[in-house]
């Protein structure tokens, strides 16, 4: 929620600060804007919508500068227009600021200010915020980086804040609490933003920001950092793996489609190192570090929201069914108020495509203070959630951009399954016979997606059929229910049809009252197992004229004669196969999004980093 770039150096600002808010769109894109400091003059250019109407807009001004910052919204305190756009001014128009997060108490702090006559532009919390620090340079006298550090412990809630004062024109203040922020470190130079994608082209050397940290970068190459109480600390660098082509689209119409097309590499990279097909084994370096912990767990909890906890869902099969360890499913926002009993002797794994999930950060804090042992599945390397865990593990699936996640998906699925098999295996709760059999088929995987996206044309001509639809239904048993729910998240999503997903017995128990012949059911029908079941589910459906998709197994006749349609997927062991049954829903929603003329990547109100509650 909200991105936000920063650059002081001797390069031109303004062509940075707009490639990086390119990048960082994905957090948000209700408006964008930039200040920049030219020969003392603070100048501020900012335009509800999306960055291309900043930079239209921008067209008829000098930007000429070599400091500057900048930012993408995601509308929090006040509806997205010009006026609400960051950055904003202090009252006197000497400060500006950028930030994302909440100030929970900017409502009390608003009404002290005014009292001492300050005026209000915009309906932001943000605005507050600039209004106190300016209060405070003026009434205590202090540099910048004191007044933001004292404003900041005034206040309650979420930042990640770019600070530009203009008597102070050779340095920025930064600082973050539970919004990321990252600091490049150049030659001279400092860059900063919410994920390292602006900084990667210009420097591989930073440092993260912990929570309740002030930065301050100068001109001449020096940079220290505080905590707001005001202690020197040590920064700790990091040296930043990532290529640049991940951040472009690479001939395809949507990062989306790529990503959806990248998943044979993705999953194949989060396998590697990891599990051996000739040999038969899998392994996390992580979960052997911490393997006592796992053997002698009392439970598991899987904390997540949207994708990533209908991951969560699939775990629960695998681990109850592989490695006999009982397993719970929480939605962070709900686990992270609802007073949980946790003992030393549970396992929490919080599972996060971005890794600042607010809520399930949280979560992860409530877990850690009740003594459970807490370990991540993360893609974003060195955000939050990687680092607040105790231990844990990246899935590598590389920059997700689009905001549906797909190839994210997909890793977190491909972690949690080689944890369960190696946990199972390692408990003795599967013989090694069936170990190595279910490892080498295992690894086969990625061909059988690759197979699956050979579907694509097919996928799209029914996508054709059903677009003007209002409604759709997902229904899947056992290991293919939360591959229902995810393909009706995904449709929601990005074409703005509403649909519903459903274990497919629990149709009969409500929403089979909505089936007419304008409703798709889209059916996943590939399990060996309660076959017949699924295929009286079907026959319901067709019965009250519903429209049957039906995903099955390569060369099943037989469901073939009772659907509309049918998508084939390659044959796959049951446990594996959401990671195949996903593909076509990904890509039947993909279709459906274009046909309807739908924003793919950046979807209306959504974004793709949650950093609020
Ligand atoms: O980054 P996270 O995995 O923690 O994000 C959780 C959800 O916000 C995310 O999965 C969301 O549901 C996606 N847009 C779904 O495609």
Not at 77 to 83: A, S, T
Not at 456 to 468: G, M, P, R, S, Y
């Amino acid at each position: 929620m909200c991105g936000i770039v920063a650059y002081i150096g001797n390069r031109q600002a303004y062509p940075i600060l707009i490639k990086g808010l390119k990048r960082l769109e994905y957090r948000g894109y209700d408006s964008s804007g930039v200040a920049l400091l030219n020969d003392k003059n603070l100048n501020i250019y900012k335009k509800k919508g999306k960055v291309d109407e900043l930079v239209a807009f921008a067209e008829q001004f000098d930007t000429t500068s070599t400091i500057g910052i900048g930012h993408t919204r995601w509308a929090t305190h006040g509806e997205p227009n010009d006026k609400n756009a960051h950055p904003h001014f202090s009252g006197d128009s000497n400060l500006t600021i950028v930030h994302n997060g909440i100030i929970e108490n900017y409502d009390i702090l608003k009404t002290a200010l005014e009292q001492q006559g300050h005026v209000f532009k915009s309906d932001t919390d943000t605005e507050v915020l600039i209004h106190l620090i300016e209060e405070i340079q003026r009434s205590e006298n202090l540099s910048i980086e004191e007044a933001v550090r004292v404003a900041l412990t005034k206040v309650v809630g979420a930042y990640a804040i770019v600070v530009l004062d203009e008597k102070e024109p050779d340095k920025i203040v930064a600082a973050r609490k539970s919004s990321p922020l990252v600091v490049g470190i150049g030659e001279n130079e400092f860059f900063l933003a919410s994920d390292a994608t602006p900084i990667i082209e210009y420097t591989k050397k930073v440092t993260y920001l912990n929570d309740e940290e002030v930065a301050v970068v100068h001109r001449d190459g020096t940079f220290q950092i505080k905590n707001i109480q005001n202690e020197n600390l040590e920064p700790s660098f990091q040296y930043l793996d990532m290529q640049i082509e991940l951040l472009e689209k690479g001939g395809y119409d949507y990062f989306m489609l790529k990503e959806i097309f990248q998943q044979p590499q993705t999953i194949s990279d989060c396998m590697r190192g990891r599990l051996n097909a000739n040999e038969g084994w899998t392994t996390l370096g992580s979960v052997e570090n911490n393997i006592e912990k796992f053997l002698n767990a009392d439970r598991i909890i899987f904390v997540a929201c949207g994708t990533s906890w209908h991951a969560g869902l699939v775990a629960e099969y695998l681990f109850e069914e592989l490695a006999r360890i009982p397993v719970e499913v929480e939605y962070a926002s709900e686990f992270r108020y609802r007073n949980p009993v946790l003992t030393e002797k549970d396992i929490v794994i919080a599972i996060s495509q971005s890794g600042e999930t607010a809520d399930t950060l949280a979560a992860i804090e409530l877990a850690k203070e009740r003594g459970a042992f807490v370990y991540g599945v993360v893609n974003v390397v060195g955000s939050s959630i990687a680092r607040a865990t105790d231990s844990g593990s990246y899935i590598h699936a590389g920059p997700e951009i689009g905001v549906a996640s797909t190839k994210a998906f997909t890793g977190q699925l491909t972690l949690l399954t080689m944890m369960a098999l190696n946990l199972a295996y390692r408990k003795g709760t599967i013989s090694q016979d069936y170990y190595r059999q279910m490892v080498v088929e295992f690894s086969t995987i990625p061909t059988k997606i690759e197979e699956t996206l050979k579907y694509n044309d097919k996928i799209e001509f029914i996508a054709e059929q059903i677009k003007d639809s209002t409604n759709a239904l997902y229904l899947g048993r056992g290991y293919n229910f939360p591959v229902a729910l995810e393909g009706a998240l995904k449709l929601k999503e990005i074409s703005y049809i509403h649909a519903e997903g459903y274990p497919a017995a629990e149709m009969k128990h409500g929403p089979i009252a909505l089936i007419d012949e304008m409703m798709p059911v889209i059916v996943i029908a590939t399990n060996k197992s309660a076959y017949e079941k699924i295929v009286s589910n079907i026959q319901e459906v067709k019965a009250r004229k519903g429209f049957v998709i039906a995903i099955v197994t390569e060369g099943d006749k037989h469901i073939q004669k009772m659907a509309d349609f049918v998508i084939e997927i390659p044959e796959v062991e049951e446990i594996f196969s959401p990671l195949v049954s996903s593909i076509p829903l990904q890509l039947l929603s993909y279709h459906i999004a274009v046909m309807r003329e739908c924003n793919v990547d950046q979807p209306r109100n959504l974004a793709k980093s949650v950093t609020v509650e």
